[in-house]
């Protein structure tokens, strides 16, 4: 399985992006999907989570009310729609697949996470 996450860049704050996950030789459907996050001497946090069928999300809590994620399972795709980007949203943006998928479930530890994109820059300037 794997994961190509794209669409980072720069923007200034205030401004949108929306990243995109394309997975690759599994069957999504069948996997909750994660966006993490890390920034300079961080841990990696999570950004958001979406349970297979996409009927549950879960995000954490600086980026609730700001960013949406969702999925496309026709298209073997995830997506991370993020606005009002703030300075502190500035990092590497990881997308991830749980492969122990259940049904209303997206988990929240990156160690629970199988396998993971090349990470995509997102710099956010003031």
């Known amino acids: 399985v794997q994961l190509q996450a794209s669409g980072g860049g720069v923007v200034q704050a205030g401004g949108s992006l929306r990243l995109s996950c394309a997975v690759v030789g599994g069957i999504i459907s069948n996997y909750a999907m994660g966006w993490f996050r890390q920034a300079p001497g961080k841990e990696r946090e999570i950004v958001g989570a979406?349970?297979?069928?996409?009927?549950?999300?879960t995000y954490g809590l600086s980026v609730k009310g700001r960013f949406t994620i969702s999925r496309d399972n026709a298209e073997d795709t995830v997506y991370l729609q993020m606005s009002d980007l703030r300075s502190d949203d500035t990092g590497v943006y990881y997308c991830?697949?749980?492969?122990?998928?259940?049904?209303?479930?997206?988990?929240?530890?990156?160690?629970?996470?199988?396998?993971w994109g090349q990470g995509t820059q997102v710099t956010v300037s003031s």
């Open positions: 979406i349970s297979p069928g996409g009927s549950y999300t």
């Open positions: 991830a697949a749980d492969v122990v998928g259940q049904p209303m479930v997206a988990r929240r530890n990156p160690a629970e996470y199988d396998y």
